[in-house]
């Protein structure tokens, strides 16, 4: 028990240090009205629970020292029961109960307010094990990176293309499920700019672990710019190697998962990657977009990523090289 | 000395012993055999576990395969639920319940018999998929559509649903086994009220069994009907809801939660009685409290879905059932703690687990009030905060119930003692390790770790709590060898014990360790809770478990026990229903050979001379 004790002054103590730690998941760093909301209530029901331990804790530990048998000791009073003290002490746990209730059931209600007319509507569609973001009033159809502009509510339309997966940006907001069949909807309202780490965050097959994202949260200028240059065709290659590298991809067949405008590249089961050189990370999230990376990945995606369901021949090193030099060129 | 009829087989040799207890039908051997095949399941479950926590102590990790790690995770889950503790859980409701409300046997022995046997194949069958072509890898809860064979072509999920529809049966057949026994067989005197209170709990816990077991079975047909008629009842292209699948396992999991934890309360609330020497305080409202927690369970089964997006509405209803349910389980705890106050306290290891059981179910519960707050649970849900908080309750809580239960009763089953240092090691050693285990998981969860990941980066801030996470689980690892040996080495050199070596109040403590195989030589007749401690106390009560006592041993005019005779049919009968499922997944020609096994053994068992 004096472990327990001890235990929980760690646990305070480690939550103060994780908080200022690099923690890029960190649900105590919120940056939107409803994750502020679920994070004061967490603050308050911890706070709530540990009086509560350390008053229940601290009575069993000296019960146990108080009453212990002694040499000598005879036969305690056989007490069976007290019909008022049980009555009185269901009291304190149905207020405590009844004040969490309080103070959580307008938050649910707050959290699920429809969003304004005003609000941006952006598509988010589960795959295994990816992330496509499409903004149907814009005409931008992204992967795993989602931008979005501060200070304005956006509505998120939450599908699935496979099996369940959950978007969860902790900085943002508190996960909703993707459903296949169904469309979840809520709404985020960004407050600060910068980069939030997401994750999926429900088992979803192999690759789980490996299915990230971020959001990019930025000023509506940089926003309306970063969607213009989205809606562009695809930078036309510049150099010898990556017009190889095009047409290795048409050749190999890239072609019809991916899609790429102005090419002849429209498939539709894997990320569009018309700009995917505009993207901070490849492989959704797990990898920075580098030169080398790119190449890693195309050389070995089951290496990089266990399960995922690129299929890709076996390339050469002049192949990889012009494919990377192609992907790179693709702002 | 009274003489007992039955057809026992030949004990002198290995294969008379062996298929002693493969016939048998004493309630007390087939306690043993759950017993054992639980703990073995425990161990194997537990090694699923240090190989997670092996690939999870560093960051990018290669140790287990991305894929491995999904059956892994699968089967801790499924084998820790289904084949550990419940199983554990049915040990000691065959140990205890006849000798605790002073009967002979269990009202149905064969159907008992059966129980087991369809446990022990259905736990082989669904870990022989490990060896032929993948173990299950949708989670225990296998969340649909990813158990469709669209997602998963191998058999791997079909050895998890016909599995676990062979353990359904299993724990069903004993639940009605154990309420007809409770009901029906009671001692004389042993009126509802004064039944001990893990009799209460078993009687709880088989009520739950059998009306929660049927949601899981109907989901499971369907999967199955999904999986192998091409319907689509959990398939959004053909109409079908995956939520419907996360309703059906809800409804059936929540309530498994309870069925997994009243036991080990039922356990504590006996063994705190007999350390403070005084009687369970409040035993009314521990009993009731006990009933209406199984009532409400049954009614809260959303919580587990707070981020599906029912809307605002059923997630303020389920909120307010979940947090409700806090208050009889806070008022269990004060009970608890009012029979040690003022008792005159034995610290020796069942108590010391007994209180470790009060002390971390109790932050399992405080964990789980943050989580019952749907905004709260938006972020925390399907991250390590869960794991921590699920295994405060099922590890700190039903764990610990159980082993201070082992320790309580062994020596009523082996006629001694387990060695009280070692004892004592074994607890501390898995309380820290249990603590360091799962206290670093909530604040992975907080800082945002999701679970059923194989893997994470370096830069996340995970890399300490994992790392202490992984030392922790070895250590409760050292702690279960520690109890493996003291329990071995116990049962034959163990401190001989006697009949009542705690000074308890129940009757177990009023006949020989181990007990004879008739339990009682004479049904004793009860007008307390207590019987035992009136009889040792005099308080003026019935003098008839004295008698039992005393004389049953060499009673000249006793008159013959008829016990049960040993049954092959039990063994066989479950054999026919395993090789039937085998027949899903192997060849077709099994389900034919299964049923005519089945028939046969059927017609055997009713044909059985019951003389």
Request: charged share 15%; aromatic share 12%.
């Given at each position: 028990?004096?472990?327990?004790?001890?235990?929980?002054?760690?646990?305070?103590?480690?939550?103060?240090?994780?908080?200022?730690?690099?923690?890029?998941?960190?649900?105590?760093?919120?940056?939107?009205?409803?994750?502020?909301?679920?994070?004061?209530?967490?603050?308050?029901?911890?706070?709530?629970?540990?009086?509560?331990?350390?008053?229940?804790?601290?009575?069993?530990?000296?019960?146990?020292?108080?009453?212990?048998?002694?040499?000598?000791?005879?036969?305690?009073?056989?007490?069976?029961?007290?019909?008022?003290?049980?009555?009185?002490?269901?009291?304190?746990?149905?207020?405590?109960?009844?004040?969490?209730?309080?103070?959580?059931?307008?938050?649910?209600?707050?959290?699920?307010?429809?969003?304004?007319?005003?609000?941006?509507?952006?598509?988010?569609?589960?795959?295994?094990?990816?992330?496509?973001?499409?903004?149907?009033?814009?005409?931008?159809?992204?992967?795993?990176?989602?931008?979005?502009?501060?200070?304005?509510?956006?509505?998120?339309?939450?599908?699935?293309?496979?099996?369940?997966?959950?978007?969860?940006?902790?900085?943002?907001?508190?996960?909703?499920?993707?459903?296949?069949?169904?469309?979840?909807?809520?709404?985020?309202?960004?407050?600060?700019?910068?980069?939030?780490?997401?994750?999926?965050?429900?088992?979803?097959?192999?690759?789980?672990?490996?299915?990230?994202?971020?959001?990019?949260?930025?000023?509506?200028?940089?926003?309306?710019?970063?969607?213009?240059?989205?809606?562009?065709?695809?930078?036309?290659?510049?150099?010898?190697?990556?017009?190889?590298?095009?047409?290795?991809?048409?050749?190999?067949?890239?072609?019809?998962?991916?899609?790429?405008?102005?090419?002849?590249?429209?498939?539709?089961?894997?990320?569009?990657?018309?700009?995917?050189?505009?993207?901070?990370?490849?492989?959704?999230?797990?990898?920075?977009?580098?030169?080398?990376?790119?190449?890693?990945?195309?050389?070995?995606?089951?290496?990089?990523?266990?399960?995922?369901?690129?299929?890709?021949?076996?390339?050469?090193?002049?192949?990889?090289?012009?494919?990377?030099?192609?992907?790179?060129?693709?702002? | 000395?009274?003489?007992?009829?039955?057809?026992?087989?030949?004990?002198?040799?290995?294969?008379?012993?062996?298929?002693?207890?493969?016939?048998?039908?004493?309630?007390?051997?087939?306690?043993?055999?759950?017993?054992?095949?639980?703990?073995?399941?425990?161990?194997?479950?537990?090694?699923?576990?240090?190989?997670?926590?092996?690939?999870?102590?560093?960051?990018?990790?290669?140790?287990?395969?991305?894929?491995?790690?999904?059956?892994?995770?699968?089967?801790?889950?499924?084998?820790?639920?289904?084949?550990?503790?419940?199983?554990?859980?049915?040990?000691?409701?065959?140990?205890?319940?006849?000798?605790?409300?002073?009967?002979?046997?269990?009202?149905?022995?064969?159907?008992?018999?059966?129980?087991?046997?369809?446990?022990?194949?259905?736990?082989?069958?669904?870990?022989?998929?490990?060896?032929?072509?993948?173990?299950?890898?949708?989670?225990?809860?296998?969340?649909?559509?990813?158990?469709?064979?669209?997602?998963?072509?191998?058999?791997?999920?079909?050895?998890?649903?016909?599995?676990?529809?062979?353990?359904?049966?299993?724990?069903?057949?004993?639940?009605?086994?154990?309420?007809?026994?409770?009901?029906?067989?009671?001692?004389?005197?042993?009126?509802?009220?004064?039944?001990?209170?893990?009799?209460?709990?078993?009687?709880?816990?088989?009520?739950?069994?059998?009306?929660?077991?049927?949601?899981?079975?109907?989901?499971?047909?369907?999967?199955?009907?999904?999986?192998?008629?091409?319907?689509?009842?959990?398939?959004?292209?053909?109409?079908?809801?995956?939520?419907?699948?996360?309703?059906?396992?809800?409804?059936?999991?929540?309530?498994?939660?309870?069925?997994?934890?009243?036991?080990?309360?039922?356990?504590?609330?006996?063994?705190?009685?007999?350390?403070?020497?005084?009687?369970?305080?409040?035993?009314?409202?521990?009993?009731?409290?006990?009933?209406?927690?199984?009532?409400?369970?049954?009614?809260?089964?959303?919580?587990?879905?707070?981020?599906?997006?029912?809307?605002?509405?059923?997630?303020?209803?389920?909120?307010?059932?979940?947090?409700?349910?806090?208050?009889?389980?806070?008022?269990?705890?004060?009970?608890?703690?009012?029979?040690?106050?003022?008792?005159?306290?034995?610290?020796?290891?069942?108590?010391?687990?007994?209180?470790?059981?009060?002390?971390?179910?109790?932050?399992?519960?405080?964990?789980?009030?943050?989580?019952?707050?749907?905004?709260?649970?938006?972020?925390?849900?399907?991250?390590?905060?869960?794991?921590?908080?699920?295994?405060?309750?099922?590890?700190?809580?039903?764990?610990?119930?159980?082993?201070?239960?082992?320790?309580?009763?062994?020596?009523?089953?082996?006629?001694?003692?387990?060695?009280?240092?070692?004892?004592?090691?074994?607890?501390?050693?898995?309380?820290?390790?249990?603590?360091?285990?799962?206290?670093?998981?909530?604040?992975?969860?907080?800082?945002?770790?999701?679970?059923?990941?194989?893997?994470?980066?370096?830069?996340?801030?995970?890399?300490?709590?994992?790392?202490?996470?992984?030392?922790?689980?070895?250590?409760?690892?050292?702690?279960?060898?520690?109890?493996?040996?003291?329990?071995?080495?116990?049962?034959?050199?163990?401190?001989?014990?006697?009949?009542?070596?705690?000074?308890?109040?129940?009757?177990?403590?009023?006949?020989?360790?181990?007990?004879?195989?008739?339990?009682?030589?004479?049904?004793?007749?009860?007008?307390?809770?207590?019987?035992?401690?009136?009889?040792?106390?005099?308080?003026?009560?019935?003098?008839?478990?004295?008698?039992?006592?005393?004389?049953?041993?060499?009673?000249?005019?006793?008159?013959?026990?008829?016990?049960?005779?040993?049954?092959?049919?039990?063994?066989?009968?479950?054999?026919?229903?395993?090789?039937?499922?085998?027949?899903?997944?192997?060849h077709q020609v099994f389900i034919l050979l299964g049923a005519v096994l089945f028939g046969v053994s059927l017609l055997g068992w009713i044909e059985e001379p019951a003389a």
């Amino acid at each position: 028990m004096r472990a327990a004790l001890a235990a929980t002054t760690l646990l305070l103590a480690l939550t103060a240090l994780a908080a200022c730690g690099a923690t890029p998941q960190t649900t105590l760093e919120p940056t939107t009205e409803a994750a502020r909301q679920a994070r004061d209530l967490m603050v308050f029901v911890f706070w709530a629970a540990a009086v509560v331990f350390v008053i229940v804790e601290s009575a069993l530990v000296y019960i146990l020292i108080r009453f212990r048998r002694r040499p000598g000791d005879g036969l305690p009073a056989q007490t069976h029961g007290h019909t008022a003290l049980e009555i009185a002490w269901t009291i304190p746990p149905t207020i405590l109960i009844g004040v969490i209730a309080a103070l959580t059931i307008p938050v649910i209600f707050a959290n699920a307010q429809p969003a304004g007319a005003d609000a941006m509507r952006v598509r988010a569609i589960g795959h295994q094990w990816w992330f496509e973001f499409d903004y149907p009033e814009l005409g931008v159809v992204t992967a795993n990176e989602l931008h979005l502009p501060v200070d304005r509510s956006v509505e998120l339309q939450l599908e699935s293309d496979d099996v369940l997966h959950s978007f969860w940006v902790p900085r943002l907001r508190g996960k909703l499920d993707m459903v296949p069949g169904r469309v979840n909807r809520f709404t985020i309202r960004p407050e600060v700019t910068g980069t939030f780490q997401g994750q999926c965050a429900e088992f979803c097959g192999t690759a789980h672990a490996l299915m990230k994202f971020t959001v990019v949260v930025e000023t509506q200028a940089e926003f309306d710019a970063w969607a213009a240059a989205q809606l562009a065709e695809r930078t036309p290659p510049s150099s010898e190697l990556a017009r190889a590298g095009e047409e290795a991809m048409a050749a190999g067949g890239c072609v019809a998962c991916h899609a790429i405008r102005g090419t002849d590249a429209a498939g539709v089961l894997g990320p569009d990657l018309t700009h995917v050189a505009s993207r901070a990370h490849i492989a959704s999230g797990i990898l920075a977009n580098t030169p080398d990376n790119m190449r890693r990945w195309l050389q070995d995606p089951q290496g990089v990523k266990p399960g995922n369901l690129m299929t890709i021949p076996e390339l050469t090193d002049d192949q990889l090289d012009a494919l990377t030099a192609y992907m790179q060129g693709l702002t | 000395m009274a003489t007992v009829t039955t057809t026992a087989p030949d004990t002198r040799t290995f294969a008379g012993t062996a298929w002693s207890w493969i016939t048998t039908v004493d309630h007390k051997r087939i306690a043993v055999l759950y017993l054992v095949t639980a703990l073995g399941f425990f161990a194997l479950g537990g090694i699923e576990a240090l190989l997670m926590r092996l690939q999870l102590a560093r960051p990018d990790t290669d140790l287990v395969s991305a894929e491995r790690f999904t059956e892994l995770f699968t089967m801790h889950g499924t084998t820790m639920v289904f084949l550990a503790l419940m199983p554990l859980s049915a040990a000691f409701f065959n140990l205890l319940v006849p000798l605790m409300i002073g009967a002979r046997d269990v009202a149905f022995p064969r159907l008992n018999a059966l129980s087991y046997w369809i446990y022990l194949f259905g736990g082989i069958f669904m870990n022989i998929s490990f060896l032929a072509g993948g173990a299950p890898n949708a989670g225990w809860f296998g969340y649909a559509p990813l158990t469709a064979t669209q997602f998963e072509a191998t058999h791997a999920i079909d050895f998890w649903a016909l599995g676990l529809q062979i353990l359904g049966v299993s724990s069903i057949l004993a639940s009605i086994n154990f309420i007809v026994t409770i009901i029906n067989m009671r001692a004389p005197g042993m009126t509802l009220n004064r039944m001990p209170m893990f009799v209460w709990m078993s009687l709880i816990t088989a009520f739950l069994i059998i009306f929660a077991f049927p949601a899981i079975t109907i989901g499971l047909v369907l999967l199955l009907f999904d999986r192998y008629l091409s319907t689509s009842f959990f398939l959004p292209a053909g109409g079908g809801d995956p939520v419907l699948w996360q309703h059906l396992f809800w409804v059936f999991g929540h309530p498994e939660v309870y069925i997994l934890i009243l036991p080990a309360m039922g356990i504590v609330s006996d063994i705190l009685p007999t350390a403070a020497r005084k009687p369970l305080f409040g035993y009314p409202v521990v009993a009731y409290s006990g009933a209406a927690i199984a009532l409400v369970g049954f009614g809260v089964w959303t919580h587990h879905m707070f981020t599906v997006g029912l809307g605002p509405i059923a997630d303020t209803a389920f909120a307010i059932s979940t947090m409700a349910i806090a208050v009889p389980t806070g008022v269990k705890i004060f009970n608890w703690m009012a029979t040690l106050y003022g008792g005159s306290i034995s610290i020796k290891t069942p108590l010391l687990f007994a209180v470790g059981m009060v002390a971390m179910f109790i932050i399992g519960g405080l964990s789980g009030v943050m989580l019952g707050s749907p905004p709260i649970d938006a972020q925390v849900q399907d991250t390590y905060f869960v794991v921590a908080h699920l295994h405060y309750v099922l590890f700190g809580g039903t764990v610990l119930g159980l082993f201070g239960g082992i320790y309580y009763w062994f020596p009523k089953f082996t006629g001694r003692l387990m060695h009280e240092g070692w004892g004592k090691v074994h607890w501390a050693l898995m309380l820290i390790g249990f603590n360091l285990t799962f206290l670093p998981q909530h604040l992975l969860g907080i800082d945002g770790m999701p679970r059923r990941v194989h893997t994470y980066p370096a830069d996340q801030g995970f890399e300490l709590w994992n790392l202490l996470s992984t030392i922790g689980s070895f250590a409760i690892a050292a702690s279960l060898l520690i109890f493996a040996v003291n329990a071995l080495v116990s049962i034959r050199r163990g401190q001989p014990s006697g009949n009542d070596p705690w000074d308890g109040g129940t009757l177990e403590w009023t006949i020989p360790s181990p007990p004879p195989v008739y339990n009682f030589a004479q049904i004793p007749v009860v007008d307390g809770r207590y019987p035992a401690w009136d009889a040792k106390r005099g308080g003026g009560h019935t003098g008839a478990v004295a008698a039992a006592t005393a004389h049953g041993d060499e009673d000249e005019d006793e008159p013959d026990i008829h016990m049960p005779n040993p049954s092959y049919w039990p063994i066989v009968l479950a054999a026919g229903m395993v090789i039937m499922a085998c027949g899903l997944i192997f060849h077709q020609v099994f389900i034919l050979l299964g049923a005519v096994l089945f028939g046969v053994s059927l017609l055997g068992w009713i044909e059985e001379p019951a003389a």
